[in-house]
């Protein structure tokens, strides 16, 4: 089974620009849950999206949203990009079950710079 | 790879020792914990979880202990290996939905 699929992997952006990033889940997750890592604040939870509607949010501002579609795959996307944004975006897939946020598997992230 | 917590505290040790990871936690309404791994280069995976009825579970060379009285996790990996070297993360899960991740620990395994 393939697993999950982050793209782009490396992107710079300006303060001021917006971006979006991809995520394609394990085969047969209906689960994905965006998470930003940086050095200072760690692995900080963003949202989860189950069956193309947002189950879960992190506190994050608006500026931060993301969709899921019919296919299970999620884009996140960043307005008004800001410097403190630069980070690792993590993608991370499940069933959705029971166990759905304890058994999860990640993708391999997105490192975004923001200039 | 990238770089991942670049100033963590780290715990070094001798090949074939056990080692012990710890971590605090803040909510004592938490309802399942978790340990991670994180090499360089990869997301986080999954190691093992606890529920919080528990104080203790085994896996696969390692085995969570939960005390919940000074809301302290620990990880120990028996016979550590090369390929053990990594950032371990706990995570704590609360109503179910709240995810709360530690700040994690880089284990160095010296040959």
């Known amino acids: 089974k393939a697993g999950v699929t982050q793209t782009p992997r490396y992107l710079i952006k300006t303060r001021g620009q917006q971006v979006t990033l991809s995520c394609s889940p394990i085969?047969?997750?209906?689960?994905v849950s965006w998470y930003q890592q940086t050095p200072g604040q760690g692995l900080q939870f963003l949202f989860e999206?189950?069956?193309?509607?947002?189950?879960n949010k992190g506190n994050f501002p608006g500026r931060f949203s993301g969709r899921q579609f019919s296919n299970s795959r999620s884009e996140m996307n960043v307005s008004t990009l800001e410097l403190g944004d630069s980070a690792l975006y993590l993608c991370?897939?499940?069933?959705?079950?029971?166990?759905?946020?304890?058994?999860?598997?990640f993708g391999p992230g997105t490192r975004l710079t923001v200039l | 790879g990238e770089s991942v917590g670049l100033h963590l505290p780290t715990l070094s040790v001798q090949e074939g020792d056990n080692s012990i990871i710890n971590c605090a936690y803040s909510?004592?309404?938490?309802?399942?914990f978790i340990w991670y791994k994180q090499e360089s280069g990869k997301g986080p995976q999954f190691i093992i979880d606890?529920?919080?009825?528990?104080d203790k579970r085994q896996g696969q060379r390692v085995t969570v202990l939960l005390n919940k009285t000074v809301k302290h996790l620990s990880l120990q990996i028996a016979a550590t290996q090369p390929g053990d070297s990594a950032v371990y993360f706990c995570?704590?899960?609360?109503?179910?939905?709240?995810?709360?991740f530690g700040p994690g620990t880089r284990l160095s395994v010296l040959p």
């Open positions: 606890i529920r919080s009825n528990m």
């Open positions: 999206y189950f069956s193309e509607t947002q189950r």
């Open positions: 085969s047969g997750h209906r689960s």
């Open positions: 995570a704590e899960i609360y109503y179910g939905q709240n995810f709360v």
């Open positions: 909510n004592s309404a938490s309802d399942y």
């Open positions: 991370a897939s499940s069933s959705g079950g029971d166990r759905g946020l304890i058994e999860q598997f």
